[in-house]
Nanobody, 127 residues
Framework: QLQFVESGGGLVQPGGSLRLSCQAS????????IGWFRQVPGKEREKISC????????YYSDFVKGRFTISRDNAENMAYLQMDSLKPEDTAVYYC????????????????????WGNGTLVTVSA
């Protein structure tokens, strides 16, 4: 069964850091691009970062560029999102997903076909 499990969220003060993890099961990340998204209640899910299958290309939205770093470990079927200099507006539920058909560059990220989602992990940035 295809499943993504996100972890690592929590409460952090502004300026702090968190590292999110994404474990994929029932789906090999080899050859797939991985993406991190976030969603605030009442708003659409927002794409924030993507990484190509061999980590050659990484995309970051303008909202997180320079503060977040995406990475992956294909051997462990894991992906990560290092989040530094966190701001209150980063508060959201964070999700990961992956796709075997994709386009990732520094300026754009597109996944094709049906996306599967986990339950997400809540990040709260507050003093």
């Amino acid at each position: 069964q295809l499943q993504f499990v996100e972890s690592g969220g929590g409460l952090v003060q502004p300026g702090g850091s968190l590292r999110l993890s994404c474990q994929a099961s029932g789906f090999t990340l080899d050859g797939a691009a991985i993406g991190w998204f976030r969603q605030v209640p009442g708003k659409e899910r927002e794409k924030i970062s993507c990484i190509s299958s061999r980590s050659a290309e990484r995309y970051y939205s303008d909202f997180v560029k320079g503060r977040f770093t995406i990475s992956r470990d294909n051997a462990e079927n894991m992906a990560y999102l290092q989040m530094d200099s966190l701001k209150p507006e980063d508060t959201a539920v964070y999700y990961c997903t992956a796709a075997q058909q994709w386009q990732v560059s520094r300026s754009s990220c597109h996944f094709f076909g049906m996306q599967f989602w986990g339950n997400g992990t809540l990040v709260t940035v507050s003093a």
